[in-house]
């Protein structure tokens, strides 16, 4: 199985101040990655695709990068609305594979 | 739009089944694969596996491999999954996914999540 390491697994940053969450792979997943969104009590919600497609109706100041084994979500200028919890996925291989999540606060 | 409607909160006792179903709306799941994640309380997302509607054909995570069945019925555009031999580590929240995006292989359509607890 492919194993999926997101980093950090928790996050506290300001309003307006960019955040980085990372995800790398165990092995190359050829772009084949997903983000999520999740907020309590909620289903997840994808935010990226193909590891740099920005999902329809998700805000632009989100954005994916990577490739091989190294991923990363960007969010640009913090917004209140955003305090969840983000997953990565990988998906070119079975089984899907989630990272542990990342817990993003507002300090 | 899609929409994706799950059944309601399970309780059940150990070394007993339950049966989630998952009914799709405003897509066609033949035109799909569905699939279904976990996710146990203050913990991660998982995969369970997924179904191709239109054949039957499955794929599952080893773990998950006899513990989950996955069914649909494309006559009432909805994807079942059940859960067998159940065990208190089974208390979760299910949720089923599709793919909907042309050309996507992603889930991108959730559903709202079914609760299970397991408990005698």
């Known amino acids: 199985d492919i194993q999926m390491t997101q980093s950090p697994a928790s996050l506290s940053a300001s309003l307006g101040e960019t955040v980085t969450i990372e995800c790398r792979a165990s092995?190359?997943?050829?772009?084949?990655l997903a983000w999520y969104q999740q907020k309590p009590g909620k289903s997840p919600q994808l935010l990226i695709y193909?590891?740099?497609s920005l999902h329809t109706g998700v805000p632009s100041r989100f954005s994916g990068s990577g490739s091989g084994t190294q991923y990363s979500l960007k969010i640009n200028s913090l917004q209140s609305e955003d305090v969840a919890s983000y997953f990565c996925?990988?998906?070119?291989?079975?089984?899907?594979?989630f990272g542990g999540g990342t817990k993003l606060e507002l300090k | 739009e899609v929409q994706l409607q799950q059944s309601g909160a399970e309780l059940g006792k150990p070394g007993t089944s339950v049966k989630l179903s998952c009914k799709v709306s405003g897509y066609n799941i033949r035109n799909t694969y569905m699939h279904w994640v976990n996710q146990r309380p203050g913990k991660g997302l998982e995969w369970i596996g997924r179904i191709d509607p239109a054949n039957g054909n499955t794929i599952y995570a080893e773990k998950f491999k006899s513990k989950a069945t996955l069914t649909a019925d494309t006559s009432s555009n909805t994807a079942y999954m059940q859960l067998s031999q159940l065990k208190s580590d089974d208390t979760a929240i299910y949720f089923c996914?599709?793919?909907?995006?042309?050309?996507?292989?992603?889930?991108?359509?959730w559903g709202q999540g079914a609760s299970v607890t397991v408990s005698s």
């Open positions: 092995e190359d997943i050829y772009n084949g």
């Open positions: 193909n590891a740099n």
């Open positions: 996925q990988q998906y070119y291989d079975y089984p899907w594979t």
């Open positions: 996914a599709a793919m909907v995006i042309p050309g996507g292989y992603v889930m991108d359509a």
